[in-house]
């Protein structure tokens, strides 16, 4: 797991105390699963976009969806125990927090290696992180900030430096106030390092593809509303949309950026239906079966209007970006403008929105917010 090895250099705090084996029949079951077609289809673009073969790209994403859901479920029940997971097609891992309930670690031994460490669960991982990017949002002579955080608490801030303040970059780079000051925000638990940058390191793609209000972006997937149509895309997606695949349309509810980028347009009447459907490819659609929220190591696929349908995998949680936070980011840069709002999605289970891009780790990886947020704003992803 890339931040948990992360986390084994940088704290001995988080080394692991107790864990359990995943035990052969949860590895048979997992060996023992089908894709379906879409899952099939999607294997082929992930290996051409990934550069493996097809027979790995197909066998890396054998169990990922069921492995998903019972990320879901473990997260809704056991919020404060809850740290992280990644999927491993050969082992995958759920991390939970010191004194975890052995009914959470009996349900998570069902598909998984359970991993217990001292370190700060999910939710305050997330609150740290998000206090962390507004502050140094509010900084004097910054231009964009991306902030994350690895489960060992430790978060990391890369900060773009106005064009008029790069003369002064020396002297930031070698000043420990913003750093000092940005550490008073958080708990210690949460230790902060900023690095200072002059590069462009992230942006939200609202620029050219179909035309989704005045900012021309993609619409992501129908969903249903107290017995309304409506339709998810990006919350920096245009707000003033009257017309939607021929429907007339206004808008519901825009998410709190701390919580993602995300809105939701409903149709004016009842008239109007949702379908189950949804562009995967240029001129092709598919039926939605389910949603799930996106669980790191996973592969996953967009589209959108610029770029199409490519493929990679989920890289990191927990990102900030551009002034949102509780973002997700893939391994690779596989979108471009125009795709903000589009449908990140497994075969046929939606898993989020698309955002933009930004710098994580020192390279440019796409940007999205999980399906989950859908709910939160009083949405049901329409599925057949």
């Given at each position: 797991?890339?931040?948990l ?6 704290s ?5 105390v ?10 048979e ?18 290996a ?19 492995f ?10 056991y ?15 759920i991390?939970?927090k010191?004194g975890?309930?052995k009914?959470a ?38 231009e964009?900030?991306?902030?994350y ?10 900060a773009?430096i106005?064009a008029?303040s ?20 958080v ?43 409506a339709?998810?895309?990006a919350?920096?997606?245009?707000n ?11 808008k519901?509810?825009?998410?709190a ?6 809105r ?6 009842k ?6 459907t949804?562009?995967?490819d ?5 039926i939605?079966?389910g949603?799930?929220?996106?669980v790191?190591?996973?592969?996953i696929c ?10 990679s995998?989920?890289y ?23 795709d903000?709002?589009g449908?990140?999605?497994s ?6 929105i ?15 917010t ?6 939160d ?8």
């Open positions: 797991m890339g931040a090895s992360g986390a084994f250099v940088f001995i705090a988080i080394t692991p107790w864990a359990t084996s995943l035990g052969g029949a949860a590895s079951k997992i060996s023992s699963m089908d894709l379906t077609l879409e899952e099939t289809e999607d294997a082929l673009v992930y051409r976009d990934t550069g493996v073969s097809v027979e790995r790209a197909e066998k890396e994403m054998t169990g990922q969806e069921d998903a859901v019972l990320v879901d479920e473990m997260r809704e029940k919020t404060s125990d809850f740290v992280d997971a990644e999927w491993k097609s050969s082992s995958p891992e991390i939970l010191t975890a309930p009914t670690i009996d349900l998570g031994t069902e598909l998984a290696d359970v991993i217990i460490l001292d370190a700060p669960n999910e939710v305050e991982r997330l609150k740290a992180t998000e206090t962390v990017h507004k502050s140094a949002q509010n900084l004097d002579g910054m964009n900030v991306v902030t955080a690895d489960i060992s608490g430790e978060i990391s801030v890369l773009q106005e008029s790069k003369k002064s970059l020396r002297s930031l780079s070698n000043s420990s106030d913003v750093q000092n000051s940005l550490n008073e925000e708990p210690k638990e949460f230790p902060v390092t900023v690095s200072f940058v002059t590069d462009n390191i992230g942006e939200v793609e609202i620029r050219g593809g179909r035309a989704y209000g005045n900012k021309h972006c993609t619409a992501a997937f129908s969903l249903t509303i107290a017995g309304y149509a339709v998810s895309t919350e920096h997606c245009s003033n949309v009257t017309r939607y695949d021929g429907a007339d349309v206004q519901y509810k825009s998410l950026r701390a919580k993602g980028d995300a939701i347009v409903r149709a004016k009447t008239t109007y239906k949702a379908t189950n949804f562009r995967f240029n001129s092709r659609d598919r939605a079966t949603a799930s929220n996106p790191n190591g996973s592969a967009k589209y959108g209007i610029t770029t199409g349908y490519n493929c995998k989920v990191k949680s927990g990102i900030c970006s551009s002034g949102y936070c509780n973002l997700h980011a893939a391994e690779k840069y596989i979108s471009k403008a125009g903000s709002g449908p990140w999605f075969g046929s289970v939606a898993k989020g698309h955002h933009g891009v930004a710098t994580i780790d020192g390279k440019s990886r796409s940007l999205f999980r399906i989950g947020v859908v709910k704003m009083g949405g049901t992803v329409k599925v057949k």
